[in-house]
């Protein structure tokens, strides 16, 4: 059974950056493909970015070229760095892991971690 904790979220004005960390444990790391989801309130659970085992990455349209995902195998962690952040990046953020087929598949979640970006 996985271990997945979360954190970095916060209060960020618009226009500024966070890094997203996640920590990974009881499972073989390496061979899990890792994504990050984010769920703002009303909405449903959108899917932001994946990274599979060979390190090849996939963004969502809506954060492409302001969103980073990458792992680190020797830490056992997958981090989201998030810049120009906008008013609408605002949602609780999920770290999962899983497999990668052609589309992600989840199999483990985290608690989550709270991103607001206001002014």
């Known amino acids: 059974q996985a271990r997945i904790v979360e954190s970095g979220g916060g209060l960020v004005r618009p226009g500024g950056s966070l890094r997203l960390s996640c920590t990974v444990s009881?499972?073989?790391?390496?061979?899990?493909?890792l994504a990050w989801y984010r769920q703002a309130p009303g909405w449903q659970r959108e899917l932001v970015a994946v990274?599979?085992?060979?390190?090849?990455?996939n963004t969502a349209d809506s954060v492409k070229g302001r969103f980073t995902i990458s792992r680190d195998n020797a830490k056992n962690m997958v981090y989201l760095q998030m810049n120009s952040l906008k008013p609408e990046d605002t949602a609780v953020y999920y770290c999962?892991?899983?497999?990668?087929?052609?589309?992600?598949?989840?199999?483990?979640w985290g608690q989550g971690t709270q991103v607001t970006v206001s002014s």
């Open positions: 990274i599979t085992t060979g390190g090849t990455t």
């Open positions: 999962s892991s899983g497999d990668y087929s052609g589309s992600y598949y989840p199999s483990y």
């Open positions: 009881g499972i073989i790391f390496s061979i899990y493909a």
